[in-house]
């Protein structure tokens, strides 16, 4: 069965302390692991894909990493307004018309 | 470009009376979804619609749930009568299937609660 976890639950950092989002998956077959950011009341917001091992995206403080087992979201140096909930979810290469997502990671940054 | 619609945006019901949400994707997407996200859950794919087609409902409680894709653009998803455990919030998203990268852009949602 394709599952996606998600660790920690919970994360609050101090602006500027770095850290990582860790998204665990077993799936049948990769075909895409997508991040998306969401804000209380609101739809999520899409931020990266990755296809393959190996693959690395970058978008202002935010880093996504994948291997074969798991994606990192990396966060550097994070500001307030990164305050939100990430989530990962897989597309399996059989239904590429189908996300399955993690339960989602909440990150709270103090100032 | 704008993103995919939703409305309501918030809706209070009592339960067994019904509800309808509306959704218009982004222009040009053939790939509409609706998805159902609970209280600190990520979200659930309830039906996936290719063109006017449902070619993924076994998610779909069809003894309450009901969505229709008219003319392969708007969808509305309807629930008849509503229980207190469809408190939630009822994304529509919408993607170009075929399209390499087939990104997946989601609305704001509706967030449904049953008194």
């Known amino acids: 069965e394709d599952q996606v976890t998600q660790s920690p639950e919970a994360l609050r950092l101090q602006e500027g302390e770095s850290s990582s989002l860790n998204c665990s998956y077993t799936?049948?077959?990769?075909?895409?692991l997508f991040w998306y950011r969401q804000d209380p009341g609101k739809g999520p917001e899409f931020l990266f894909t990755?296809?393959?091992a190996g693959e690395e995206k970058e978008k202002e403080r935010l880093k996504a990493t994948l291997t074969k087992k798991e994606s990192f979201l990396h966060i550097t140096a994070p500001k307030p307004e990164d305050s939100a909930t990430y989530l990962c979810a897989v597309q399996a290469s059989s239904n590429t018309g189908k996300l399955i997502f993690g339960q989602g990671t909440t990150l709270q940054v103090k100032p | 470009e704008a993103g995919v619609v939703q409305s309501p945006r918030y809706k209070i019901i009592e339960k067994k009376q019904p509800v309808a949400f509306w959704c218009n994707p982004i222009?040009?997407?053939?790939?509409l979804y609706w998805y159902r996200q609970n209280l600190g859950q990520g979200p659930e794919l309830l039906i996936r619609y290719e063109n006017e087609e449902a070619v993924d409902d076994s998610q779909l409680p069809k003894d309450r749930f009901s969505a229709e894709r008219l003319k392969g653009v708007d969808s509305t998803l309807k629930i008849q009568p509503a229980e207190l455990g469809d408190s939630a919030v009822y994304l529509c998203?919408?993607?170009?299937?075929?399209?390499?990268?087939?990104?997946?852009?989601f609305g704001e949602g509706s967030w449904l609660t049953v008194v």
């Open positions: 799936v049948s077959g990769l075909r895409g």
């Open positions: 222009s040009g997407h053939n790939t």
């Open positions: 998203a919408s993607s170009l299937l075929g399209h390499i990268r087939n990104t997946i852009y």
């Open positions: 990755l296809y393959s």
